[in-house]
Each structure stands twice: as structure tokens, then as C-alpha cells.
């Protein structure tokens, strides 16, 4: 498998304002560590490769960092400050996402 640069596709979709997300925790058998936050909204993000190929990656956007540490990395990453704006991130491979029906 190669490398390529992707691009965003059209057609960006809100999912839920709601949500769970697990993590896989590394153990000898299936454990994920679940937790709800509040204030964040999911989105459903497609892609295109340059080679044509296509995938979508969900993306969990996290609305009010106010309460957040001001050394969190996001905020030195993305240069600004607790509460100004929202921090959006993909979720891990291993992530998953439970949203109401």
C-alpha cells in the first residue's frame, strides 16, 4: 500500500449532536474505555485520494473548550485560546462512535 494526499470530498454531513465514543484499551482481550462530552457534534467527512479512490472518516468536533486546560496541546497546535473556538479531531481506527437513532 502507497502513500497519497487526499483531498475533501463534497457532501460533509452532520451525524449527531449527541454521542458516545469508545476507545480501545490495550489489554489482552476486547476492552474499550466509553464516555459521553457534552456540547459536541460528529460529522461524517468524505475524502478523495488522488489516485480517485474515495473513503469517509467521522470527525468528532468538541463546541465549548472553555473548562479545557490552556496548555492543552490543541490549543498550542492550532494557536488560540480555551473557549474561542471549537477543536475538532478524527477519531483512532480502533474509535468508535454510538449516536442516538
Request: charged share 15%; proline share 6%.
Amino acid at each position: 500500500m502507497t502513500s497519497q494526499e487526499y483531498e475533501f470530498g463534497v457532501g460533509m454531513k452532520k451525524i449527531s449532536d449527541k454521542s458516545a465514543v469508545c476507545h480501545e484499551v490495550y489489554y489482552p482481550y476486547a476492552v474499550f474505555y466509553c464516555h459521553t462530552v457534552a456540547k459536541t457534534r460528529t460529522y461524517m467527512i468524505p475524502f478523495v485520494g488522488a489516485d480517485g479512490s474515495e473513503f469517509k472518516a467521522v470527525v468528532t468536533c468538541h463546541l465549548v473548550t472553555s473548562a479545557w486546560h490552556p496548555n492543552h496541546l490543541a490549543f498550542k497546535v492550532l494557536n488560540f485560546k480555551p473557549g474561542t473556538d471549537p477543536v475538532c479531531h478524527f477519531l483512532h481506527t480502533n474509535d468508535m462512535v454510538w449516536i442516538p437513532k
